[in-house]
T-cell receptor, first 117, second 113 residues
Framework: AQKITQTQPGMFVQEKEAVTLDCTYD???????LFWYKQPSSGEMIFLIY??????QNATEGRYSLNFQKARKSANLVISASQLGDSAMYFC??????????????FGQGTILTVHP | DTAVSQTPKYLVTQMGNDKSIKCEQN?????MYWYKQDSKKFLKIMFS???????INETVPNRFSPKSPDKAHLNLHINSLELGDSAVYFC????????????FGEGSWLTVV
């Protein structure tokens, strides 16, 4: 079974509007972490935001927030006030477990976001 | 200063050659990783080193050999390159105890012809 699922291959948004990128995950581990990364056309992987499974509050970092719904196993990324520079591929990823596999990330398929002027 | 840096950024080489990609991090992290991104943009972990010790070794052909001379460096050596090795290779690092921020390098584009 897919551990991380991003069902939106592509999304379009108008500049200055908000957009939600979906991510669902599958794990039986009570301790896990969820990450979002941005990959612009230049190719680098930029860390955006992190949510731990025990975190009570939804994570926020500037214009990025993570809508964490634990019971639904979803960790959607919300980008507010979209900018042209937000056009990129976005990846959701999960870290499970403890010990030596702690830093291993499993990635989703990615969502290409296009911001229109 | 770039936190996680990889060299070279681009590498074009012929089948059968041996090549290396170097990675260095200046974040003081104790764990480093190699990930591979294929032509469909799918990212998968290959290896992880914690304090110079191999801790994750996914199902990777043994033509790929990582080496960590110290905890700030993790190099990837690939023997007998094949067409299917063409991909983007990302180095990453984190502090394993927390691992709530895992930083990636800029990627190394390997093309095997």
């Amino acid at each position: 079974a897919q551990k991380i699922t991003q069902t939106q291959p592509g999304m379009f948004v108008q500049e200055k509007e908000a957009v939600t990128l979906d991510c669902t995950y599958d794990t039986s581990d009570p301790s896990y972490g969820l990450f979002w990364y941005k990959q612009p056309s230049s190719g680098e992987m930029i860390f955006l935001i992190y949510q731990g499974s025990y975190d009570q509050q939804n994570a926020t970092e500037g214009r990025y927030s993570l809508n964490f719904q634990k019971a639904r196993k979803s960790a959607n990324l919300v980008i507010s006030a979209s900018q042209l520079g937000d056009s990129a591929m976005y990846f959701c990823a999960m870290r499970e477990g403890w010990g030596t596999s702690y830093g291993k990330l499993t990635f989703g398929q990615g969502t290409i976001l296009t911001v229109h002027p | 200063d770039t936190a996680v840096s990889q060299t070279p950024k681009y590498l074009v080489t012929q089948m059968g050659n041996d090549k290396s990609i170097k990675c260095e991090q200046n974040l003081g992290h104790d764990t480093m990783y190699w990930y591979k991104q294929d032509s469909k943009k799918f990212l998968k972990i290959m290896f992880s080193y914690n304090n110079k010790e191999l801790i994750i070794n996914e199902t990777v052909p043994n033509r790929f050999s990582p080496k960590s001379p110290d905890k700030a460096h993790l190099n990837l050596h690939i023997n007998s390159l094949e067409l299917g090795d063409s991909a983007v290779y990302f180095c990453a690092s984190s502090q394993i105890a927390t691992s709530n921020t895992i930083y990636f390098g800029e990627g190394s584009w390997l093309t095997v012809v």
